[in-house]
């Protein structure tokens, strides 16, 4: 069952917050020269219209980074956020109009150096289609194929330096219990990777089999990153909140991202709100 499309969702408040941890990695892994081998296991399309049907039907960027880019010269101020709306802007076809957001394909390819490389995979033959239309660069494969397998199959890598994002859609329950296994297998084959993970935070409270499986499983150091729209709602089904783990977090990630999301989660809604800890270690 492949059913998920992310246009739906595109530029909402949980592509901010994991988009925006996403930047923060990146950043503290530029600061030295050695290759990075980047591995994106969920690619979607890889960038989005926001005037496209499917993204206007929902709208939900306008609670998301629609609200960040309309107040961007007062967040300015933060220096992540700073680096993050100059990112988003450059992005643009016209940098002074918000008209496209970028997946996670897009932020990587981005900040991409020659001696960088990206793998990227997407299962669903239509969001695969749009995925290879993207001109992201010499030094990006994309791969119509199963993201958790093929990124197994790829390791250890060859660069000194690696970085993972697994961002399923979790449309089965059994993706979170999958999620733990191939971080296991993976951690197994590559101790110094920098792994993040993000899932969805629903009144059912199914990532608790991914967060009791992360503490289970021997994993060192888990940073978990989570935000939050409002408390979790009896009589609602849809998503309260979003989080993310970060396993190895570069030194310096939990302030940096605790400063930015400071400055996001007021704008995001009244209930908002953000919570950093460590999950596993330190
Ligand atoms: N990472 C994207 C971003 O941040 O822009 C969003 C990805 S979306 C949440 C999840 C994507 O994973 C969907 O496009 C879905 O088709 C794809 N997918 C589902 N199962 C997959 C699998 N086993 N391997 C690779 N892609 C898969």
Known sequence: MLSYQHAYHAGNFADVHKHLTLFAVIDHLLRKPAPITYFDSHAGRGRYPLMAPETRRLGEYRQGVAPLWQARDALAQEPLLSAWLTALAAMQPDAGTLSHYPGSPAWLSHRLRDQDRLWL???HPGEHGHLAEQRLGDNVTWLHADGLQGLLDRLPVVTPRLCVLIDPSYERKAEYREVVETLNAAMGKARHAVMLVWYPLLPSGRHRD?????????LRKVWRSELTLHAPGEASHGMYGSGVLVINP???LDERLAGAMAAVTPRLGPEASYRGNWWVGE
């Open 250 to 252: 570069p030194w310096g």
């Open 210 to 218: 991914l967060l009791d499986g992360v503490r289970e499983s021997g």
């Open 121 to 123: 995979f997407e299962l």
